[in-house]
């Protein structure tokens, strides 16, 4: 594989209106008791104005999760929506897709090919150095800017140990559905990190992970077969995986700096279904088939320095550099002698990233007032190729910035209420000039009660594709569109949490939540007109849509000794007006119910815990493009369910861990009225590739 530099950094996050994940090792911790985003700085949960949902690193070990796609398919809210075609995997917040959901690695934007921060492919997320993760639903434009329109994602990495010397290897080999075999089916995972502790002062680690999925064959029969029949190939497609990092940090009193360093290197293999037959002199009779190959290299820099000027006010500085590119190689691969020829690869798609951000807190020696003013400077320099009239493809280069400062203030009305207002402006090189604003509010009753409430407004900018894209191709004309303009959005959250402890050692943490989201000016592709000469049906992206959605759930958490229970629930209310500038959908609010649970029991004395995750996913329906209407589509329910044990043996030291995914076995699930006509029947969506089965050993040393 060719090795590229990519690298991760900094990055926080905010609210979420749910109760908290407690560490399932040991249920007398309470894992994450300490939160950072959406904070002016880290403390603890009870103390944010806001709603902080906190993933455990406990409970990624217990899932054995390869990317990030495998812990956030277990949470409320979140629908991950793999592609067995393509290989991605992205997230759905309350039916807002993945360019509304910002992603961030230590409160730094995660750049991809496409953007930065959203549209986010999942399964490139490592999850080999993750300290925990925090999500926050709800627009959170003042803090994070740009397309944080649904949530935030922030994943925080380990700057630090405990011990001078720590060392961690596992490999991990996990079937595909009922596929396997050592090396050429099922998955197979092998990392190792290592960490020293210097002195009080220094620390410095490294890790590097190789993930190995062989790729799911179903009911196709893989790049040798010769038959021309539609069934070459596989289902889901062939991806090797290599993702490093790198840190150093230094601490000394409240001064710490750390430099941070990750790369990825990621090949998808595409096999067409088509087999041709043809005859040269050189070669005789042969088969052959043009088939593809998926590059993609991502590196990210990032700096990062905390500490006090004026013996008072805290800053908090990151500057990165970040770039993600794919390339693609078609090639022609001959069957009978099993080699391939006539290779050509060229960049696809590229995005490159310098930003800065920075933060200045604690103005006044009086803590019931606290304010916080920040920047946020971005230089987004973006390529792609597109594809023009004749099958000819011209490459685009456009450069796009944006120059944000805010300011947020946090005021302790009294020792029960605080309030905490914000306001962000972005001065935008392509766009005209946007706002967010927001205002929290947090009341703290007697005996464990909690009540919070917030407003929030902010934007979501076009992105490269909407912009630049253009695919002419056999009578089909579809462009992207400069003149477009960002989306605007407004949510309304509030929230009561009771968290109760027993004398007979039970805790009980009950929260009840409902938010409202509304979406302005929603970018769709729209037909624009017929063409003159040829009467081709021209269609463009335009600010054409709306859309609303409300949200009532509620979290449940029972913690008693070693064992700890969460059961959550939620209903949401989606309306969306979809335009095309021939017909109009209807702007009903359409409903869905999603429920999960998980319980972990710790048995001490074999040093053995036992996990299970659910989720259902209920119907839901949606309006899609079919014929000349738009069409009531209904999806289909579906169960999830994974389950492992893992056991630790001799002093800690080893670690087996052993389970399975998707136990219920989902692999599609019927959509109706999706094909040409509104009577039609419908088709499957492809979800998963059915029950798997893993197994990882671990082995962890530390001095």
């Given at each position: 594989?060719?090795?590229k530099?990519?690298l991760?950094?900094?990055?926080?996050f905010c609210?979420n209106?749910?109760s908290?994940?407690?560490?399932?090792?040991?249920?007398s911790?309470?894992?994450?008791?300490?939160?950072?985003?959406?904070?002016?700085e880290?403390?603890?949960?009870?103390?944010?104005?806001?709603n902080?949902r906190v993933i455990s690193?406990?409970?990624i070990?217990?899932?054995?999760?390869n990317?990030?796609?495998?812990?956030?398919?277990q949470y409320?809210?979140?629908t991950v929506?793999p592609?067995?075609?393509s290989g991605?995997s992205?997230?759905?917040?309350?039916g807002?897709?993945?360019?509304?959901?910002?992603?961030?690695?230590?409160?730094?934007p995660?750049?991809?090919?496409?953007?930065v921060g959203?549209?986010?492919?999942?399964?490139q997320?490592?999850?080999?150095d993750?300290?925990?993760i925090?999500?926050?639903?709800?627009?959170?434009?003042?803090?994070?800017?740009?397309n944080?329109v649904s949530?935030v994602l922030?994943i925080?990495t380990?700057?630090?140990?405990?011990?001078?010397?720590n060392?961690?290897?596992?490999?991990?080999?996990?079937?595909v559905?009922?596929?396997?075999?050592?090396?050429?089916?099922g998955?197979?995972?092998q990392?190792?990190?290592?960490?020293?502790?210097f002195?009080?002062?220094?620390?410095v680690s490294?890790?590097?992970?190789?993930?190995e999925?062989q790729g799911?064959?179903?009911?196709?029969?893989g790049k040798?077969?010769?038959?021309?029949d539609?069934t070459?190939g596989?289902t889901?497609?062939?991806k090797e995986?290599l993702?490093?990092?790198?840190?150093?940090?230094?601490?000394?009193d409240?001064?710490r700096?750390?430099?941070k360093?990750?790369?990825?290197?990621?090949n998808v293999?595409y096999?067409n279904?088509?087999v041709?037959?043809?005859?040269?002199p050189t070669?005789?009779a042969y088969r052959?088939?043009?088939?593809?190959?998926?590059?993609?290299?991502?590196?990210f820099h990032?700096?990062?320095a905390?500490?006090?000027?004026f013996s008072?006010?805290?800053?908090?500085?990151s500057?990165?550099?970040?770039?993600?590119q794919r390339e693609?190689?078609d090639f022609?691969?001959?069957?009978?002698?099993?080699?391939?020829g006539?290779?050509?690869t060229?960049?696809d798609?590229?995005?490159?990233?310098?930003?800065?951000t920075?933060?200045?807190?604690n103005?006044?020696?009086?803590?019931?007032?606290d304010?916080?003013?920040?920047?946020d400077?971005?230089n987004n320099?973006?390529?792609a190729?597109?594809q023009?009239?004749?099958n000819?493809?011209?490459?685009?280069?456009?450069?796009?910035e944006?120059?944000?400062?805010?300011?947020?203030s946090e005021?302790?009305?009294?020792?029960?209420?605080?309030i905490?207002?914000?306001?962000r402006?972005?001065?935008?090189s392509?766009?005209?000039?946007q706002?967010?604003?927001?205002?929290?509010?947090?009341y703290?009753?007697?005996?464990g009660?909690?009540?919070?409430?917030?407003?929030?407004n902010?934007?979501?900018?076009?992105?490269?594709?909407?912009?630049?894209?253009?695919?002419?191709?056999?009578?089909?004309?579809?462009?992207?569109?400069?003149?477009?303009?960002?989306e605007?959005?407004?949510?309304?959250?509030?929230?009561i949490?009771?968290f109760?402890v027993f004398?007979?050692g039970?805790?009980?943490?009950?929260?009840i939540?409902g938010s409202?989201l509304?979406?302005?000016d929603?970018?769709d592709m729209a037909?624009?007109?017929?063409n003159?000469?040829?009467?081709?049906?021209?269609?463009q992206?335009i600010n054409i849509?709306?859309?609303q959605?409300?949200?009532?759930s509620t979290?449940?958490?029972?913690i008693k000794?070693?064992?700890?229970?969460?059961?959550?629930a939620?209903?949401?209310?989606?309306?969306?007006?979809?335009?095309n500038?021939?017909?109009?959908?209807?702007d009903?609010?359409?409903y869905?119910?999603?429920?999960n649970?998980?319980?972990s029991?710790?048995?001490?004395?074999?040093k053995?815990i036992?996990s299970g995750?659910?989720k259902?996913n209920?119907?839901s329906?949606q309006f899609?493009e079919?014929?000349?209407?738009?069409?009531?589509?209904?999806?289909?329910?579906?169960?999830?369910?994974?389950?492992?044990?893992?056991?630790n043996?001799f002093?800690?030291?080893?670690?087996?861990?052993?389970?399975a995914?998707?136990?219920?076995?989902v692999t599609?699930?019927?959509?109706t009225?999706?094909?040409?006509?509104?009577?039609?029947?419908?088709?499957n969506?492809?979800?998963?590739?059915?029950?798997?089965y893993f197994?990882?050993?671990?082995?962890?040393?530390?001095?």
């Amino acid at each position: 594989m060719k090795i590229k530099i990519t690298l991760f950094a900094g990055f926080l996050f905010c609210i979420n209106a749910y109760s908290q994940q407690k560490d399932t090792i040991k249920s007398s911790e309470k894992l994450s008791e300490v939160v950072v985003t959406g904070q002016f700085e880290p403390q603890s949960i009870k103390k944010s104005v806001f709603n902080v949902r906190v993933i455990s690193n406990q409970d990624i070990q217990n899932l054995a999760a390869n990317n990030l796609s495998d812990v956030l398919n277990q949470y409320l809210n979140i629908t991950v929506r793999p592609s067995g075609t393509s290989g991605r995997s992205t997230v759905s917040l309350f039916g807002l897709d993945a360019q509304y959901f910002k992603i961030l690695v230590d409160n730094i934007p995660l750049v991809n090919e496409g953007g930065v921060g959203n549209n986010t492919d999942l399964s490139q997320i490592n999850l080999n150095d993750i300290d925990h993760i925090e999500i926050v639903e709800g627009s959170m434009g003042v803090s994070y800017g740009a397309n944080a329109v649904s949530g935030v994602l922030n994943i925080i990495t380990k700057k630090s140990s405990k011990y001078k010397w720590n060392i961690h290897a596992s490999v991990q080999e996990e079937t595909v559905s009922n596929e396997y075999a050592l090396f050429d089916k099922g998955r197979h995972i092998q990392s190792l990190r290592a960490s020293h502790t210097f002195s009080k002062n220094w620390f410095v680690s490294a890790g590097i992970n190789r993930n190995e999925f062989q790729g799911y064959l179903g009911d196709r029969k893989g790049k040798n077969y010769l038959e021309n029949d539609k069934t070459r190939g596989y289902t889901w497609l062939p991806k090797e995986q290599l993702n490093g990092n790198a840190l150093i940090s230094y601490q000394k009193d409240r001064f710490r700096i750390f430099y941070k360093f990750e790369f990825l290197d990621e090949n998808v293999d595409y096999y067409n279904t088509t087999v041709q037959s043809t005859f040269s002199p050189t070669l005789g009779a042969y088969r052959y088939s043009e088939d593809m190959r998926y590059y993609t290299n991502r590196y990210f820099h990032n700096l990062n320095a905390t500490g006090e000027i004026f013996s008072q006010l805290n800053y908090n500085i990151s500057v990165s550099h970040q770039k993600q590119q794919r390339e693609i190689e078609d090639f022609r691969y001959y069957l009978f002698t099993k080699t391939e020829g006539l290779n050509v690869t060229a960049k696809d798609q590229s995005m490159e990233v310098l930003s800065s951000t920075g933060t200045l807190n604690n103005f006044f020696s009086d803590k019931t007032v606290d304010l916080q003013i920040g920047y946020d400077f971005v230089n987004n320099q973006g390529f792609a190729l597109v594809q023009e009239a004749n099958n000819l493809f011209v490459p685009v280069r456009k450069r796009l910035e944006n120059y944000d400062f805010f300011a947020s203030s946090e005021i302790m009305a009294t020792n029960r209420f605080s309030i905490k207002p914000g306001l962000r402006f972005s001065a935008q090189s392509k766009f005209k000039n946007q706002y967010a604003s927001s205002v929290g509010l947090r009341y703290l009753f007697d005996k464990g009660l909690e009540l919070r409430g917030s407003y929030g407004n902010g934007f979501r900018t076009p992105n490269f594709s909407e912009l630049y894209s253009k695919q002419i191709f056999d009578g089909h004309f579809f462009t992207g569109n400069e003149n477009l303009i960002p989306e605007t959005s407004t949510s309304y959250e509030a929230s009561i949490k009771k968290f109760t402890v027993f004398s007979s050692g039970w805790q009980l943490s009950n929260t009840i939540a409902g938010s409202f989201l509304n979406v302005d000016d929603r970018i769709d592709m729209a037909f624009v007109r017929n063409n003159p000469d040829t009467g081709t049906p021209e269609y463009q992206y335009i600010n054409i849509s709306k859309y609303q959605m409300w949200n009532f759930s509620t979290m449940n958490q029972i913690i008693k000794d070693n064992l700890t229970i969460n059961v959550g629930a939620a209903l949401i209310g989606i309306s969306q007006l979809v335009d095309n500038n021939k017909f109009t959908s209807n702007d009903q609010f359409l409903y869905s119910f999603n429920l999960n649970a998980s319980f972990s029991y710790n048995i001490t004395k074999w040093k053995t815990i036992v996990s299970g995750y659910y989720k259902y996913n209920g119907k839901s329906r949606q309006f899609i493009e079919s014929g000349s209407e738009y069409a009531l589509s209904e999806i289909d329910p579906s169960n999830w369910f994974d389950a492992s044990i893992r056991k630790n043996f001799f002093k800690d030291q080893f670690e087996v861990t052993l389970g399975a995914r998707n136990i219920f076995d989902v692999t599609n699930v019927n959509q109706t009225r999706t094909s040409e006509g509104a009577h039609s029947s419908g088709s499957n969506v492809m979800l998963a590739y059915g029950r798997s089965y893993f197994l990882k050993l671990a082995y962890n040393l530390n001095l």
